[in-house]
């Protein structure tokens, strides 16, 4: 390695032997080649990147590049679904995790061994699915055209936008049972769930209010049944009522230990 790259760390499995061939089709956050590396019991998954980009100084500002964070996070991305074809159970790293050389890769191993084993342990042979509801948005509704004996009294105005609001609070607690109706279903498949705050519609890119956003750590050979489920309860859904399943994907939201520490420059 040189003295202008770092090693970008991406994901730990456990060593199962011969060292496994990363297909050249998978590049990292830099497009560089993925390889492993194998110390104390484990497997990481790296690559070499641009000191330039990935030192801690030159890091904090790009950070606050959304495009250049847009394209890492895709990179990372990539590799850990490498991974979890690669091995039976892959613990993905967090962003932009680095190290002088792989001697501090093979010290950040040593140090985490209890934790990577007790994570790879509790999560082996199960993937996370991650389901989120949307209630689409109400069509706007024409004003009503005025009496022939004059605009509405205030009295009128009042009464008719107490019945719109209590009209949409009704629709909003039907859609929220709905929901709840859709997470416990599929928290019934599930060993373990994480809930997280709503989406915000215009980032998300899906139109309407978010009622659930979940993701669902789901046994591999439970996986069908879940699918399965997921599109029985699309089929069943109310009009405007949408249901996004994504995944399968490495058991992010599940990882509870985080031993790296990155041996940043």
Not at 30 to 59: I, K, M, N, Y
Not at 83 to 89: E, I, N
Request: aromatic share 6%.
């Amino acid at each position: 390695m040189t003295d202008g790259e770092l090693l970008y760390a991406y994901a730990v499995a456990r060593d199962a032997g011969p060292a496994r061939d990363v297909p050249e089709t998978v590049t990292g956050v830099a497009d560089e080649p993925v390889r492993e590396v194998c110390h104390a019991g484990f497997a990481a998954l790296v690559g070499r990147v641009p000191a330039a980009e990935f030192e801690e100084g030159a890091l904090r500002e790009r950070l606050e590049d959304l495009a250049w964070l847009e394209r890492v996070a895709r990179g990372h991305q990539r590799v850990v679904d490498a991974a979890v074809s690669l091995f039976p159970c892959a613990l993905p790293l967090r962003l932009a995790t680095v190290y002088h050389d792989e001697d501090g890769l093979r010290r950040m191993l040593t140090a985490g061994r209890e934790a990577f084993g007790t994570a790879l342990d509790r999560l082996e042979g199960r993937v996370e699915w991650g389901v989120t509801v949307y209630a689409a948005p109400a069509p706007a509704e024409p004003a009503p055209p005025p009496k022939p004996s004059g605009p509405p009294s205030g009295r009128d105005y009042l009464r008719r936008r107490g019945a719109e609001r209590r009209a949409a609070e009704a629709d909003a607690r039907r859609e929220g049972r709905a929901a709840e109706a859709v997470h416990e279903t599929l928290a019934a498949l599930a060993e373990a769930v994480r809930l997280y705050p709503p989406q915000n519609s215009p980032l998300s890119g899906h139109p309407g209010r978010n009622l659930l956003n979940a993701a669902y750590l789901v046994p591999r050979e439970r996986a069908d049944d879940f699918t399965r489920t997921v599109a029985e309860l699309t089929d069943q859904a109310p009009d405007g009522f949408r249901i996004r399943l994504t995944g399968p994907w490495a058991p992010y939201s599940f990882v509870t230990h985080d031993p790296c520490v990155p041996d940043a420059p």
